[in-house]
């Protein structure tokens, strides 16, 4: 199996020694920590410090992705009227 070397910043690198546990390496911890499955709950509060020009941008992202969805189910029915 072969290695890669990857450049992290320090604060990163910092939390990868704190939870890292005695008798693992980088290698497992990594692989540990993106098979760890986690709650929605972990999530919540995350992005309260988010200032409102970010905030609204992303909700802005999220409204447009639903009308583009909202337009293709149309269509879809639309279509599917059409081959009946």
């Known amino acids: 199996m072969g290695t890669k070397t990857i450049n992290i910043m320090d604060d990163v690198y910092d939390s990868l020694i704190i939870l890292k546990a005695p008798d693992e390496s980088f290698s497992d911890e990594i692989r540990r920590l ?25 909700k802005k992202s999220i409204m447009d992705l639903r009308k583009d969805r909202s337009r293709l189910d149309l269509i879809h029915k639309k279509m599917s009227r059409v081959e009946d």
């Open 34 to 58: 993106i098979k760890q499955k986690s709650s929605i709950m972990n999530f919540a509060g995350a992005w309260k410090d988010m200032p409102d020009k970010e905030y609204q941008k992303i």
